[in-house]
């Protein structure tokens, strides 16, 4: 009987302790637990996590560095904003444990449980593509292709992180090529579809002025109800020269991770 006490009363500690771990902890362990490192970083407006993955024994300043970023994770809990926007399904993280080359996942301003008087739900719901949220994110970028020498930079954007990856990409000088998966590149397009309230402070990649001299290759599900083909159409009208590649049997979520890397083909020039 005491010995069944004694199981039970761990069990419990342990279901409490769990319970208590937060999702940037959470993606703090498995990142560490899949060997790579863990890099804070104040190059911007705000402090960043990077998960880092060097290839040993290579020569840093002649390799690519491809960076990876996230989804939207948790913006709103039904009509009221999240206190922790941090995703609780990592896809992006997930396909840079997959590749084989040098990459790092950088986190965005306020996420990962990483706060400072800076930050405000907005930064995560109505100006999640802000110029301040984009501008903080390549002062980070730049500070982590310093610190490994990289000689150039791709970028990988999962969902809102795809977003992300064009604006971040026509800001920054040496990019090798943009890839996205499931982006909704025309934001005000996006919420229209789905009747959300338009992110009126943040930047539309549908709508950028910017040149985009950079191979880019964007990739979609079949099945990807959360981003439908009419939600891209005036991006793609804006910049003609971006390809397009459709799969069929995927979805949003479904199946980027399982079949990464096969699927992450360098777009043509």
């Known amino acids: 009987m005491k010995l069944r006490v004694a199981l039970n009363a761990v069990l419990v500690a342990t279901l409490f302790l769990g319970g208590c771990t937060s999702p940037g902890q959470r993606l703090d362990q498995r990142a560490r637990e899949a060997g790579l490192e863990v890099v804070h970083i104040e190059a911007g407006s705000f402090p960043s996590v990077v998960y880092l993955k060097r290839s040993a024994g290579a020569d840093h300043a002649t390799e690519r560095l491809t960076l990876f970023l996230e989804s939207d994770g948790i913006p709103w809990l039904g009509r009221t904003p999240s206190n922790d926007p941090t995703t609780r399904e990592p896809v992006a993280l997930e396909m840079l444990m997959r590749s084989p080359a040098p990459a790092a996942y950088v986190t965005r301003p306020c996420y990962n449980g990483l706060r400072s008087d800076k930050c405000h739900f907005e930064l995560w719901t109505g100006a999640r593509y802000s110029t301040e949220v ?3 994110m390549v002062a980070t970028v730049r500070e982590v292709q310093r610190r490994v020498g990289a000689k ?8 809102g992180g795809g977003a992300l990856a064009v604006l971040i990409a026509e800001r920054l000088e040496d990019v090798a090529s943009v890839v996205t998966i499931g982006a909704n590149l025309d934001t005000d397009a996006w ?22 001299p950079w191979p880019e290759l964007h990739l979609r599900g079949a099945n990807d109800l959360v981003v439908p083909p009419s939600t891209t159409e005036r991006y793609f009208a804006r910049y003609p020269r971006a390809q397009q590649r ?3 049997g995927f979805d949003h979520v479904c199946c980027w991770v399982r079949d990464w890397p096969s699927i992450s083909v360098t777009p043509a020039p």
């Open 152 to 159: 150039n930079i791709a970028l990988v954007g999962y969902s």
């Open 191 to 212: 919420t229209d579809h789905h009747k959300y309230l338009r992110l009126s402070q943040s930047l539309n990649p549908a709508l950028s002025d910017k040149p985009h």
């Open 134 to 136: 984009v501008e903080s």
């Open 246 to 248: 459709t799969l069929e």
